[in-house]
């Protein structure tokens, strides 16, 4: 491995080629993953390798192979490289790159790889416009968030989104075991790494292989300075710890977590509930779940079992109080609770449809028998006249209407079929077919 020194204050800086660059690869044959789109045979894989590479957006998480994916493209075309990261790029920046287009190095064409275009605001990301539409240079950006909520529409039109996935264990195991030999031929030392050792390294990189390169590269350090060339399972959990956990409350993840922990609940899947519930408090993230879970208590368990609301709220209560790793405790009880519940949506439904007739302009003046009457002069008004008061009559009702006039006869709730709103419906029959 590469190693300079500088001097450095009092003591010696060493500066490093990280793993994860030493072994990048330059061959879409040698990249780890994304078979979906560098396989032989592909789209993408074809368009790339015709020449005439397009305007394009790589979305997915870090370490993917995002960065690695562009470069060989750029050394494969020919054309002329700048990078900008969004982090710290101007417009004066991407100015300039874009004038690069005008110089001896455009002649066989400008690709701009912008890392993180998430971080531009409008008008950084709008001064590219103009560029790529008349084809001067070639863009190609790169972003872990969704690119339809922090591309604007203008640019993201231009573009071609391609998605790129969270690397599996096998392909990660793969990058693992590139990386020790590697790492041994470079520096002539046989590092003595058995198989759960490695496997344990893959399975925590949750998807990301520079995770597991920098676990690695930590790892060979560690070994040095000890004078060892064994690596255990140990010296992993001490530099893989929560590695697995790819996860930051602003990104998609964050989101898909929740929907998939609302979506196994109202599925009626408890270990689905329990995995993602695990994931989401493992991160740290206590509020989220705890959200989510009140939500579900009446949008889909609801009126099927409407004490779960209340139960729901007392786990959430304890566990708010009791914060983490205790809070696990109730709010999986709330989980498996609501898992197992009979389901019903028929109130959340019924709310939806009054609400469209709200939103589409059914804002129909309150009947003057149902307004409010607390006040002196209502009943010159005509306030509250002709109201009947449902207690003063049979079983506590009375048929009246309550709609305003132009609603009358809408139906929005329908009794769904379980246990307790059927038992609703007959005790309502029997009351109303009385009358």
């Known amino acids: 491995m590469k190693i300079f020194t500088a001097v450095c204050g009092v003591g010696y800086l060493f500066m490093r080629t990280p793993l994860a660059q030493l072994i990048r690869p330059t061959s879409f044959d040698d990249v780890f993953g994304q078979r979906h789109l560098l396989g032989k045979g592909m789209v993408f894989r074809n368009i790339v390798e015709s020449g005439a590479i397009p305007n394009m957006i790589f979305f997915g998480p870090s370490g993917s192979g995002k960065t690695t994916v562009a470069s060989i493209i750029a050394h494969n075309c020919g054309m002329h490289m700048v990078k900008l990261n969004g982090t710290n790029a101007g417009t004066a920046d991407i100015k300039n790159a ?79 075991d590139r990386a020790f030999s590697i790492l041994s031929a470079e520096s002539e030392t ?19 292989v520079r995770k597991a390169l920098n676990a690695i590269d930590l790892l060979v350090l560690s070994a040095k300075a000890k004078g060892s060339e064994v690596i255990t399972i140990d010296d992993v959990k001490q530099v893989s710890s929560r590695s697995a956990t790819r996860y930051d409350r602003q990104d998609d993840v964050h989101y898909d977590l929740l929907s998939a922990l609302q979506k196994s609940v109202r599925g009626s ?57 205790e809070a696990s405790v109730p709010l999986a009880e709330a989980a498996v609770l609501m898992a197992t519940a009979p389901k019903s949506n028929s109130s959340y439904a019924a709310y939806a449809l009054a609400l469209a ?37 049979e079983n506590h009702w009375v048929e009246q ?35």
Not at 122 to 146: F, R
Not at 402 to 416: H, T
């Open 401 to 435: 209407d309550y709609l305003p006039e132009s609603l009358v006869g809408r139906k929005y709730y329908s009794f769904a079929e379980n246990k307790t709103e059927q038992a609703a419906k007959a005790y309502w029959d029997t009351i109303k077919g009385k009358k």
């Open 269 to 325: 899947d408890p270990d689905a509930a329990l995995y993602y519930l695990a994931r989401l408090l493992e991160a740290g993230d206590l509020i989220s779940p705890c959200r989510r879970l009140l939500v579900i208590a009446s949008e889909d368990v609801g009126l099927a079992y409407p004490m779960a609301a209340a139960i729901v709220k007392s786990c959430v209560d304890s566990a708010l109080q009791l914060g983490l790793p």
């Open 98 to 176: 874009i004038a690069e287009a005008n110089t001896l190095n455009g002649t066989d064409g400008v690709l701009i790889y912008l890392d993180e275009i998430q971080y531009l605001n409008k008008k950084q990301q709008q001064s590219m416009l103009e560029c790529i539409e008349d084809g001067s240079v070639t863009l190609i950006s790169s972003t872990t968030e969704n690119p339809y909520f922090y591309v604007y529409n203008a640019l993201l039109s231009r573009c071609t989104v391609f998605e790129f996935k969270p690397l599996d264990y096998t392909d990660i195991r793969m990058a693992v």
């Open 190 to 208: 046989e590092y003595s790494v058995d198989d759960e050792t490695r496997d344990y390294l893959a399975k925590t990189a949750g998807g990301d």
């Open 357 to 393: 007739d709200v939103k589409s302009g059914e804002a129909a003046d309150v009947p003057s028998y149902l307004r409010g009457t607390g006040y002196s002069g209502a009943a010159k008004l005509g306030r509250g006249i002709g109201y009947k008061y449902p207690h003063e009559f």
